[in-house]
């Protein structure tokens, strides 16, 4: 039994498919990259997977243990978060609400829960500081350390490395691929083709028909990433791009 | 007369007693909500609210209704549900919907008031709802009761679902996902809400809720860095606003709910001048 896993989902919204037929499943500490043009679905199939919108057909299964809201889940910032008047602490804090029922409180062991997945994120020394006052990376380490707080078993990402910079992004992604070497399942999705490929074991590729899903190599050898690898390179019209995507 | 002895005087008048309790607790509640709405982008929820409210006072003064709250109240409370419960989902969105309730009600309002009046005051009683020139003083020993209860079960559920507050605020998408009943929070917060703007029409009138609610926020969002900072600093503003306000329209004979905004811009920007130094320096 797998913890996730999907038959023929139509993905869309006001009754408008974006996508059909795409089947996936995600297994107990997979690392799973959801790739995509704009507009692919890949929003709507994230919601679909944290239960905020049902499918417009298809099923998805939930097993092997994992409850409906043990899904932790790093989203995109919105612009009022940036600048969100919160300590670290507080909004760590507030991703082990998901385990105190309806006691209206912190208990002592919501705030143990809280100082090690800060520690863990290496941001236990920024505790009292100001959100809004932290660099793009050290904000993604706390959303990551409140999303470990509601869940231990799989991270939903949303385009986690957008507006990073190429440091920032290049520490975020060896601390994704630790969590995940410590059994955190994960499901990114991303922009970055090169890194889906870096660190990733299984592929889905969201398109309006004909989606993949596999591993990461049998997709290198499937037409569809050929044939998106191609059009990306005509856009970039660079020689690096070409041979880069052969490793 | 010195302000102290003038001071005494006045403070003999139970109405001034009564006054200053009712514009305490309000100013309280409104600043607590204040910091949520103002984060979530609904800083106008006031305006569009008190405004709908004034329409909902006018429809009951022409049915001649006594008790106004019996019409006044649902009439808010429905469209606080509707705006921020579901705001998302509906088809006219956020600001729009806001505006043109605002504009709709004010407008039907003042018609009604006008046409089925039986003052002879109609541009004096108009200005009272808008601007409460004077409601507050003459309120009621029934009134004040009414508003120490309201605010005190505003104030206890603020505490009781502090926790959840912040998290529905800082990451509504979040908090569903875990698992937390987002909406039910949403319901909760537009029926406070609601509460709090019908109990500030007697202070401020509708025109100036707005002020109660997004100013405290706002002046506490320029110096403190913590949420739970944030929330105590608004209040403690928004009380000491009101106090001031009140007792300086006392003495001064100028209107209440204008003169507490005015000390709110007031505190406003020597708190935002102070912060700029702070971070200069």
Known sequence: MSYISCKDLTLGYEGEAVAEHVSFEVNKGDYLCIVGENGAGKTTLMKTLLNLTKPLSGTME????????????????????RDFPATVWEIVLS??????????????????????????????????????KLSGGQQQRVLLARALSATEKLLLLDEPVTGLDPKATEEFYSLIRRLNRDGITIIMISHDMEAALKYAGHILHIEKTGSFYGTKLDYIES????????????????????????? | MGIIEKLQFYFGF??????????VLIALCSSLLGVTLVLRRFSFIGDGLSHVAFGAIAIASVLKISNQNIIVMPVTIV??????????????????AIAMLSVGSLAVGYLLMNVFST?????????????????????????????VIMSVAVIIIYCMFYNRIFSVTFDESFAKATGTNVNAYNFLIAVVTAVIIVLAMNLVGSLLISALIIFPALTAMRIMDSFKGVVICSAVLSVICALVGIIASILYSTPVGATIVVVQIVVFFI???????????
Request: aromatic letters at 8%.
């Open chain 2, 14 to 23: 139970s109405f001034v007693v009564n006054a200053l309790i009712v514009g």
């Open chain 1, 223 to 247: 037409d569809l990433y050929k044939s998106f690898h191609l059009n990306t390179c005509r856009h970039k019209h660079t020689k690096a791009c070409f041979q880069g995507g052969e490793n």
């Open chain 1, 95 to 132: 991703g082990t609400l998901s385990g105190s029922g309806m006691r209206p409180f912190y208990g002592k062991e919501q705030k143990k829960l809280a100082k090690e997945n800060m520690e863990k994120m290496d941001i236990w020394e920024q505790k009292n500081r100001s959100y809004r």
């Open chain 2, 119 to 147: 003052s002879a005051n109609v541009s004096g009683d108009v200005c009272s709802t808008l601007f409460g020139s004077t409601s507050i003083l003459t309120l009621s020993d029934a009134d004040v009761i009414l508003c």
């Open chain 2, 79 to 96: 469209t606080a549900v509707l705006l921020l419960g579901i705001g998302s989902s509906t088809m006219i969105k956020g600001d729009a």
């Open chain 1, 62 to 81: 939930i097993g092997d243990g994992l409850l409906p809201y043990e899904i932790g889940y790093l989203p995109q910032q919105t612009v009022v978060q």
């Open chain 2, 271 to 281: 708190v935002s001048f102070g912060a700029g130094l702070a971070v200069k320096a």
